[in-house]
């Protein structure tokens, strides 16, 4: 029998709904559900070339990659697509290194000294982009006419970048000067920030195959927050409520991912924001199944196998992994499977594959 067995026999079929239930913990799921924030291309390509998931479509079509994108999904276990606005730009002062795990041998990373808005005058100038167009929703429009009846739409990418942007876009560096100097610079790039994911978000639930919107917000580190709780209260959290409360007034989930330690905060994520749900789950800052244990009545859970994890330990181990998590998340809801960050490229593949087919056969 294939170590992959369970994935390999095609049995799942995706059911939106059912996600939806359990992130909302409507009680204990009829299965596991799995999530990721995103699977990079290279790892997609590796699925679709094992499995030759792309045997009955052409490859001239000019929606070949989102027809090969749904095909994975779909066996991979997902219930849902990714769609996000695109053509949606911002200019931020980067620089590239080499690595060998990125897909063209570079890496861009944000030049922590010094961004683009240092001064009133820079802001002024600054080229926003425009979440008004029409085109920056295509995708949106395409998978609403084309996306298979059991699947739905999360809204995911260029969604709440409040903490991000607003560290890179002066520089970090430069903005924890800004913090006592240039505070009410600091202001104004928040409200513009809100400004124009408060369109995208606005647009996005126009939708009616959108069924969450998932924001995507790295707020901390290893050891706490990028600014102090106060900080992030007024600069961040604000605009995560306003997109929240859109979000809920049009039926649909609000869901958070953000990496680093967010304890100062967990509150405020839950009474005041009123996240639907958390991602991002790192062994070194908070393993998942603690966290279920503190907050998962009030709050859903999203991964949490930790991807450092992933890379290291074996197949083996990854399932005992997984079936010690799914024993402690699983019961009552509120728990979908899946990395702690994101399907990264230098994960084994064949480790990634553990992880999904053991919780395919969960329960089974």
Known sequence: MSQFSALESRSHRPNWEGLLDTILREGTPDRVYHIELFQNQEIQDAVAERYDLTADLDPNDPDFEKKKYIAVQRFCGFDYVRARPVNLDWTFHNGLTDDATAGDGKRCFRDEHRGPITTREEFEAYPWPNPYRDECYGDFDWFQENLPDDMCIIAQGNIGHFAEHITWLPGYETFCYMLYDQRDLLDAIARKLEDIFRVVVQRALEYSRVKMIWASDDMGYKTGLLMSADDTRSLILKGHKVLADMSHAAGRPYLLHSCGKLTDI?????????????????????????????????????????????????????????????????????????????????????????MVDEGMRYGK
């Open 266 to 354: 967990y509150e405020d994520l839950i009474e005041d924001v009123n996240i639907d749900a958390k991602h991002s789950f790192e062994d070194t800052i908070e393993d998942v199944r603690d966290v279920k244990r503190t907050y998962g009545r009030r709050l859903s859970l999203l991964g949490g196998i930790d991807v450092d994890f992933l890379c290291r330990r074996s197949p083996d181990e990854i399932r005992k992994r997984v079936r010690e998590t799914l024993d402690v998340c699983q019961p009552g809801g509120g728990y979908c499977l899946g990395t702690g960050n994101s399907v990264a490229s230098y994960i084994p593949l064949d480790n990634y594959l553990a």
